[in-house]
């Protein structure tokens, strides 16, 4: 059983049964994908991360790329390199006021926690160490090679090994200073609407990150649109006030729907643009954890930030994780949400 709480959307379609009102929407239906399709949005973030080193005083800062597929980083000097190189990832969000604003899990827009941090400086330790090892036995190559050379090329070989032996100073130095660095993320999040095309840059639109969790498990944020408007045709989710979010109840079986970007634009992308993907399950654990509810739906990467809905459209949680080989997902309870646009002044006051 799950107590309903009267939405936009749910009066807008009472208000269609009544003929009074036509919502924009062409079938006077309760279907949830026609109904919240377009409040559902593709996000886009692309991340680096600044290294900043201090030796003598002086600060020098490097910029770090890290492939999730390969483990590996790589370093670069000039910021634009390092975002040209950046791994781009995806994920789900949704519209939740008239203000442009969208909610969505932390990890999508690229925030990292400490655990990451010290994973990304041992990375960075063992790059450094094995450039090193590299551009040494390259230098004891090109020694050799010169001993050996004619004279007709000896003077390149030189310039390379000059060269070389000029990396090796600088990843001697940087090496030496990894362990009083600092290290900083900055993301470019973006956002992709319902019929946009993915590969088209002009389909992305700009967002700023104007709350992030600082708890591990409350794995949520919210963006906000720079013109802090919701574009028209969407109708948001409500999110209800923290005080009715507790009184919401939900038992084992209770049937549940996800709107998202499973795969993210790799199965979003359609002939007609970005379409979300509509998932049904059940409820499968009670609900007696403080944080977060379980659900046998089959999500995939790019699904994290998905809304998690009653039969009804009503807001249950923000899809964020899984259980490996299984079809168990973990919500994040829509109280926690209600909590931080209650304690943040992220509610849109009525006009």
């Known amino acids: ?18 003929g009074f009102a036509s919502c924009g929407i062409e079938k006077a239906s309760g279907d949830l994908d026609e109904m919240y399709g377009s409040a559902v949005v593709l996000i886009r973030t692309e991340s680096v991360y600044q290294l900043s080193l ?25 910021k634009v390199d390092a975002f040209a190189n950046s791994e781009v990832t995806e994920g789900t969000g949704f519209f939740i006021d008239r203000k442009g604003r969208i909610a969505t899990n932390r990890h999508v827009v690229g925030t990292f926690s400490q655990q990451d941090k010290r994973q990304l400086m041992t990375l960075m330790r063992d790059y450094s160490s094995e450039f090193l090892r590299t551009l040494r036995q390259k230098e004891d190559e090109l020694v050799v090679s010169i001993r050996e050379s004619y004279e007709d090329n000896i003077e390149d070989l030189q310039e390379q090994l000059a060269t070389t032996r000029e990396w090796i100073a600088t990843y001697n130095r940087l090496f030496a200073m990894l362990d009083g660095g600092s290290l900083t993320e900055e993301s470019r999040v973006s956002v992709a609407y319902k019929n946009n095309f993915s590969g088209k840059s002009s389909s992305y639109h700009e967002v700023d990150v104007v709350f992030q969790s600082e708890d591990d ?51 979003g992308e359609t002939p007609q643009g970005l379409q979300a993907q ?27 930030g998905s809304p998690v809905l009653d039969e009804d459209g009503n807001l249950l949680a923000v899809n964020y994780a899984g259980r490996i080989n299984t079809q168990l997902k973990y919500g994040i309870r829509i109280e926690h949400l209600a909590r931080i646009l209650d304690e943040n002044n992220l509610r849109e006051i009525p006009e």
């Open 217 to 267: 498990e409350v794995d949520l944020a919210v963006l906000q649109l720079p013109n802090r408007n919701t574009p028209e045709q969407v109708i948001e989710f409500y999110v209800p006030t923290y005080e009715e979010a507790k009184e919401i109840i939900f038992e084992p079986l209770d049937p549940v729907v996800i709107i998202g970007y499973n795969l993210g634009s790799e199965v």
């Open 1 to 18: 059983m799950i107590i309903h709480f009267l939405t936009r959307a749910n009066i807008c379609l009472l208000l269609v049964a009544m």
């Open 54 to 78: 201090n030796e003598y005083g002086a600060q020098t800062v490097f910029y770090l790329t890290f492939n999730s597929q390969t483990q590996k980083t790589a370093i670069y000097e000039k």
């Open 278 to 304: 509509l998932l049904r399950g059940n409820i499968s654990q009670a609900a007696t954890h403080p944080i977060r509810i379980m659900y046998n739906i089959s999500t995939e990467s790019g699904s994290s």
